[in-house]
């Protein structure tokens, strides 16, 4: 037989922290260990990239990462990448902004951190049109004929 002892823990209503287990032998209840109850586990952190996001090329593209959750303590930090290119305004923002050198077709990856070091990644993909190029030749000159 097997019983577990109550600790003041428990009694409040919080987790134990000590566990005693005891057998009987010999009719006399015997502790055969202690310790303590392992801590829990933590809960990763849920990353939203939102998008599906479209811009121009060369244009700022706002992305918004704020739909990232972490269910079990805060998120700490936020990273953007990006591929095949382009660059972000701040690359540990909540909502940067994106900016793609060309038109094409991106995937934007936002990696979140939370307060227990736990990680989790969400894409996005980031359609970029061509713009028309501007040109511009300088001040105007007379030319003699």
Request: glycine content about 10%; cysteine-free; proline content about 8%.
């Amino acid at each position: 037989m097997e019983r577990r002892l109550p600790s003041n823990d428990r009694a409040a209503g919080r987790i134990p922290r000590v566990l005693a287990t005891l057998v009987l032998l010999a009719g006399i209840l015997v502790p055969i260990t202690t310790g303590t109850t392992p801590a829990l586990a933590s809960i990763p952190p849920v990353a939203e990239a939102g998008g599906p996001y479209s811009g121009s090329e060369g244009a700022a593209i706002v992305v918004d990462g704020s739909g990232s959750t972490d269910e079990d303590g805060t998120i700490s930090s936020y990273a953007w990448t990006s591929s095949p290119g382009g660059t972000f305004d701040d690359d540990t923002a909540v909502s940067p902004t994106f900016t793609a050198p060309d038109n094409g077709e991106y995937t934007i990856t936002l990696t979140v951190t939370d307060d227990a070091d736990d990680t989790h990644s969400d894409d996005a993909t980031v359609t970029v049109a061509n713009a028309d190029p501007v040109v511009d030749a300088g001040a105007d000159d007379t030319a003699f004929t």
